[in-house]
């Protein structure tokens, strides 16, 4: 086996964990750079007995990628840019790309139309050089907060960021994916295919979410159902320009009632909210408590005093209806008693990237800060038009049994993430349980916006139990049976697997498969 560093020795902390703080133990890291080399890596884990966790970027919340023992295999050098299509009549066009290609990498490589195509098909060549010479600029829509994530690790987790309730879940701009099943063979799985149809080819069968679309089901699935290696993604045309604006409000409810009226405004004057995000008084405070002379965070804006809640609209839409809903949004902030002074718009690309990175920095914010034990996150989905008044009941919550946090959320599908600051371990479970408790009583679930990984599996299982017990039913489809074979046979068998581009466990599983169908002819 190539790529093992350390094998059964030390492997190197780097990837012992992940943004949440955790940190894991393994035996043996792994780096494949090709499909057969995955699978070989697979293969030896199975013979040696011994567990996976596939790994990205690490960029996870929830200790999605610390391992627990066992192999990590992490695919940040399977990161190619594979294939291409456009169709300028439509407007839209398919990038195909390995697992451990980044967000930033798809990013620039549509905006700059720069990519080394040597190893393409012909088809897709054309397709590029098509692309490159014209004028139209294509994109992926699904933008959550850290730009140097993975494609595998987006999917795997169903991260959509603040994108996801004008355009779409990350599964809505998925084409294909192609995933390294459980016994060891690959499945190209097409958007028409059903959870049914991925199942049967892992050799599994069963009754819960068996109807159910396989490629939405792959997505927030976190390796359940295999090891996502390379996948096809639908691309939509880049908005010629976009602007944004940040408000100030007093309450979360008012800055709920000021959205809910710029949106009827903008749906009057054909102009699209792609982005829409609110950010709780605690965020401000975080900052103005660290070293805010960092590059990173010098430029960001402060609350005004008394403010209590911000919202950051990122919109798209004709020049001439943009200056009539700046200066609607302004009335309405004036006659709201809102801070009208201290809004700010953003209308050339710059003003786009300093505005709208309060909420990525405040995350890395978090995850930097020097705290005795790794900051612990809880995100929910409240009903949309619910969304502030129980992130206040929860901030009434937290301040009275005085603990620190930052809360944050999107405000058009009612998704809010909570991070713990300091918090001591004899109190957390305590302050989970009850924080559990009001959530459900408010008809909240869980979100799956970072991933269940190992720090939200409780929390799934109690706000979403039926859907937590059909998944375990899928986890429970998968028996194992060990048998012994002759001194020697071993390495032979391995050999003839190998030689076949199958794991041991594939070709023991199709080998018994067909001498039992030949059994029952006979």
Not at 377 to 388: G, P, R
Not at 439 to 444: P, V
């Amino acid at each position: 086996m190539n790529r093992i560093e350390d094998y059964h020795s030390n492997v190197s902390s780097t990837y012992l964990t992940d943004e949440s703080g955790i940190t894991g133990t393994a035996k043996a890291i792994f780096f494949p750079e090709t499909q057969k080399e995955l699978q070989d890596i697979v293969a030896f884990a199975r013979q040696e007995h011994q567990h996976v966790v596939i790994q990205g970027a690490r960029t996870g919340f929830n200790a999605g990628a610390v391992p627990d023992g066992g192999f990590i295999v992490n695919l940040s050098k399977m990161s190619a840019v594979t294939g291409f299509r456009y169709d300028e009549q439509r407007q839209e066009g398919m990038i195909t790309v390995q697992a451990g290609c980044t967000l930033e990498q798809i990013h620039i490589a549509l905006q700059r139309k720069q990519l080394d195509i040597k190893d393409w098909d012909a088809e897709s060549q054309n397709h590029w050089k098509y692309y490159k010479n014209s004028r139209k600029t294509l994109c992926f829509f699904p933008n959550p907060t850290e730009t140097s994530a993975t494609i595998g690790g987006v999917t795997a987790t169903g991260a959509g960021g603040s994108y996801a309730d004008s355009m779409g879940k990350v599964s809505e701009h998925i084409e294909s994916i192609l995933l390294l099943l459980s016994n060891g063979r690959f499945l190209h799985l097409q958007k028409s295919m059903q959870l049914k149809d991925l199942l049967g080819a892992s050799g599994i069968d069963g009754e819960p979410l068996m109807e159910q679309d396989a490629i939405s089901c792959v997505c927030g699935s976190e390796g359940t159902l295999g090891i996502i290696v390379e996948i096809t993604l639908r691309l939509h045309l880049k908005p010629e320009a976009t602007y944004g604006l940040l408000s100030f409000h007093n309450s979360m409810g008012q800055a709920a009632n000021y959205f809910n009226v710029l949106k009827e405004t903008a749906h009057k004057e054909k102009i699209q909210i792609l982005a829409a995000d609110w950010f709780d008084q605690s965020c401000d405070h975080f900052l103005q408590n660290l070293d805010r002379r960092t590059e990173q965070l010098s430029h960001l804006p402060n609350f005004p005093a008394n403010a209590n809640a911000a919202i950051w609209l990122e919109f798209s839409g004709d020049e001439d209806a943009i200056y009539p809903f700046f200066e609607a949004a302004m009335t309405f902030l004036e006659s709201d008693g809102s801070f009208a002074d201290n809004a700010l718009a953003a209308t050339e690309v710059r003003d786009m990237e300093r505005l709208g990175s309060f909420r990525h920095a405040v995350t890395e914010a978090v995850n930097l800060a020097k705290t005795e034990n790794p900051p612990r996150m809880i995100d929910w989905i409240a009903l949309t038009d619910q969304w502030s008044r129980i992130a206040h009941m929860v901030k009434e919550f937290l301040n009275r049994n005085e603990i620190p946090y930052v809360m944050m959320g999107h405000v058009g599908d009612g998704r809010t993430s909570l991070r713990f600051l300091q918090m001591s371990e004899d109190k957390e479970s305590g302050i989970i349980s009850e924080l559990t408790k009001l959530l459900l009583r408010n008809e909240c679930i869980c979100s799956q916006e970072h991933g269940y990984g190992r720090l939200k599996r409780d929390l799934f299982a109690e706000m979403q139990p039926e859907i937590y017990e059909k998944w375990k039913k899928i986890r429970e489809k998968f028996d194992e049976i060990r048998f012994r074979v002759p001194k020697g046979q071993k390495a032979w068998i391995q050999n003839h697997a190998i030689a076949q581009g199958e794991s041991v466990n594939a070709f023991v599983n199709r080998a018994i498969q067909e001498a039992m169908e030949r059994d029952n002819a006979a």
